[in-house]
């Protein structure tokens, strides 16, 4: 199993493009059951609520109008059923792919706030799960440290890039220099032209995950704003654009609807 701390900037984030935003890992990664179950839950507490707040505004303005005190029935003071049915679904997701990250099923990656244009993803530590909201939003407060833009990799989805190198022959390995120093990066392993796809979808993904992108974002922004997340995580020395024109990501994009 490779080490993520002594790989070259360019693989850390080759991994890193290829995770989810952490706020959303825990349910992305679930499978399709689990998603649907999630979602059913999600939506039918939704609609408690709403009925809820609907009850609430209407004892209020009943009670309002006969100049009474207003005294809210025990039903309408408690949550519904279906939230908290969804807050205990949604919790022990959260514990479990808490629990597989501390145990290695996951490599976690985030920038450095201010994240600078040359700087690469690194390693989060651990103990930034010990918050008492760890999964709200996308970033870490860790003292005076704040982590940003954090991704969630599933590592068997990667392993396999560097597992799969061969070691140097015993002739060429030269004392003190690491074996791993001497394999090829991630970024130069496929010979010609490396297509974007991946990188793209990933983008796409998570900038709609965010809120960023929606329906009905205009065509025009859409390859924008997918072109900018790329680049912005890429180290300098390895940042281009080829393969990153709008229509690419257009033509990308529609090829999953």
Not at 90 to 109: A, E, R, S, Y
Not at 146 to 156: M, S
Not at 185 to 197: C, E, L, T, V, Y
Request: include cysteine.
């Amino acid at each position: 199993m490779f080490d993520i701390l002594t790989l070259p900037d360019a693989d850390r984030y080759a991994i890193w493009s290829k995770g989810i935003a952490k706020e959303y890992a825990y349910v992305n990664y679930c499978n399709a059951d689990i998603q649907a179950r999630y979602t059913a839950l999600k939506d039918a507490a939704r609609a408690a609520e709403r009925l809820r707040t609907k009850a609430i505004f209407k004892s209020v303005k009943e009670q309002s109008a006969t100049n009474s005190r207003v005294v809210f029935s025990p039903p309408l003071l408690d949550s519904s059923i279906e939230k908290t049915e969804f807050e205990t679904y949604d919790t022990d997701l959260k514990d479990q792919m808490l629990q597989d990250i501390k145990n290695g099923v996951f490599i976690v990656l985030g920038y450095q706030y201010p994240r600078g244009m040359s700087d690469a993803p690194k390693p989060v530590p651990l103990d930034v799960w010990d918050q008492s909201d760890p999964w709200s939003g996308n970033s870490f407060q860790l003292g005076s440290t704040k982590i940003i833009d954090v991704h969630i990799t599933l590592k068997r989805s990667v392993a396999s890039y560097f597992e799969a190198l061969p070691e140097p022959e015993p002739e060429e390995t030269i004392q003190n220099i690491s074996q791993v120093a001497l394999r090829v990066p991630f970024a130069q392993m496929k010979a010609g032209r490396k297509s974007r796809k991946e990188e793209i979808l990933t983008a796409y993904e998570t900038l709609k995950a965010q809120g960023v992108l929606t329906r009905d974002t205009p065509k025009a922004i859409l390859g924008h704003e997918v072109r900018e997340f790329i680049l912005k995580g890429v180290p300098k020395p390895e940042r281009r654009e080829t393969g990153l024109s709008d229509e690419t990501i257009r033509r990308i994009i529609r090829g999953t609807k």
